[in-house]
């Protein structure tokens, strides 16, 4: 595991797009592996800074995100296809039809699913996979449990990953309480990861996913396993770990 160390969660942002645009670069055609949430906004500014600069070209890019909240369409303004078509896909020149995200209305979530692992492996697998990390150390809806679950699956959502999402709606009773997320497999197939946590209010999940023991209860435990890992993380974020005490 590598760890780029961030004053703030702007210049983690930074950090972060200089490795997916480094990415971009050296394989257009590549597949990235997106997430969502408040976390990626300052990566994804920087990646339509440099598209706008003429740094980057995205034309090639093929896209595949994490997640997508089960009866969320993406016309509603809380589902992830709106955050990415609105926070980064209409601002750069992806071709719309190489972006991919589950399906959050299908009327067969376990075949979207399935339609999903198949996507993702006739594109070759992800070559770099951007991920958040929930407070309860969960990656893309990967919620703790008995066992890390490898395919795309229709997941409950936790107690604590509505009340912490329910800052995007206008009351807790509209969280949906189940989304598709992107298997464990998936992720750790990705060529690349790059977990970005930022705010103290990931500092403990932080700590206990890569400074503690692997385990499906703290689900990006996972990651200290994966071979080319980076965490790009605030001061914030690592207030708790061994080397900041
Ligand atoms: C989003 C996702 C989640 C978020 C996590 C952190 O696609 O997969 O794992 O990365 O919940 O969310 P924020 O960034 O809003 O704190």
Redesign the pocket.
């Known amino acids: 595991m590598k760890v780029i160390r961030a004053k703030d969660s702007c210049e983690a942002g930074a950090f972060a797009a200089e490795l997916i645009a480094a990415q971009v670069k050296q394989k257009p055609v590549c597949v990235l592996g997106?997430?969502?949430?408040?976390?990626?906004l300052d990566t994804y500014a920087q990646l339509i800074a440099a598209y706008r600069a003429g740094e980057l070209d995205f034309s090639c890019v093929r896209s595949v995100?994490?997640?997508e909240y089960v009866g969320l369409g993406p016309d509603h303004d809380q589902s992830?296809a709106w955050f990415m078509w609105h926070n980064l896909f209409e601002r750069i020149n992806i071709d719309p039809h190489n972006t991919h995200i589950p399906d959050g209305i299908t009327a067969n979530p376990d075949a979207e699913c399935q339609r999903y692992d198949a996507l993702i492996a006739s594109l070759g697998g992800v070559d770099l996979q951007l991920?958040?990390?929930?407070?309860n150390a969960?990656?893309?809806?990967n919620e703790p449990g008995d066992a890390f679950i490898p395919e795309t699956h229709v997941v409950e959502l936790t107690d604590s990953?509505i009340s912490?999402?329910a800052r995007f709606f206008a009351s807790v009773d509209q969280v949906p309480r189940q989304a598709i997320?992107m298997g464990i497999r998936a992720i750790l197939q990705a060529r690349k990861v790059v977990l970005i946590a930022t705010?103290t209010?990931?500092a403990k999940a932080v700590c206990d996913a890569f400074w503690g023991p692997v385990t499906p209860m703290v689900p990006a435990s996972i990651l200290q396993l994966h071979p080319d890992f980076t965490l790009v993380a605030d001061d914030d974020a690592l207030s708790l770990t061994p080397s900041s005490n």
Request: aromatic share 8%.
């Open positions: 997106l997430a969502t949430g408040s976390t990626p995100n994490l997640d992830y991920l958040g990390i929930g407070p969960h990656i893309g809806f990953t912490a999402n997320t705010g209010g990931k």
